[in-house]
């Protein structure tokens, strides 16, 4: 007999994807500030806060995904939630790769990770706006 997940079992997950994504997002900027500052040029120091940002903005995202997921009936909250921790891992870990090291070559990654999140924003709204009543969304 095929078991089936209980929504919230997803939700949780996500949620707790996004506040561990949070978590480091604040160690490395503690990092960046205390460690790495007088070793980062003003492009790198300039390429590493935006790293952070989009980090932050997107472990919400990520929480978001998971709230969501706890009170619609949808299935598209693992690809959402996929997709966000793609977008991270690739513009995001792209970002420090490229601040880490200059002379590697991927300049494919920060594009496709970027396209990830719109394409995960997009399919997030979709699930709320076709979710059956208001009593299901938030």
């Known amino acids: 007999m095929p078991t089936t997940e209980h929504p919230c079992t997803n939700g949780r997950v996500w949620i707790a994807a996004g506040a561990i994504v949070a978590g480091v997002t604040i160690i ?54 996929l997709l966000f921790l793609f977008g991270i891992v690739g513009f995001c870990g792209g970002l420090y790769l490229r601040i880490a090291l200059p002379a590697m070559e991927i300049p494919w990654i920060i594009p496709v990770g970027a396209i990830s999140w719109v394409i995960g924003w997009f399919l997030l709204a979709l699930v709320v706006i076709s979710a059956r009543s208001c009593r299901n969304v938030l």
């Open 28 to 81: 490395l900027a503690a990092l960046k500030d205390h460690v790495l500052r007088d070793w980062l040029a003003i492009p790198e120091t300039r390429m590493f806060d935006l790293a952070l940002q989009y980090q932050f903005y997107h472990s919400l995202g990520l929480m978001i995904c998971g709230l969501v997921s706890q009170v619609t009936s949808s299935r598209m909250s693992n690809l959402i939630g």
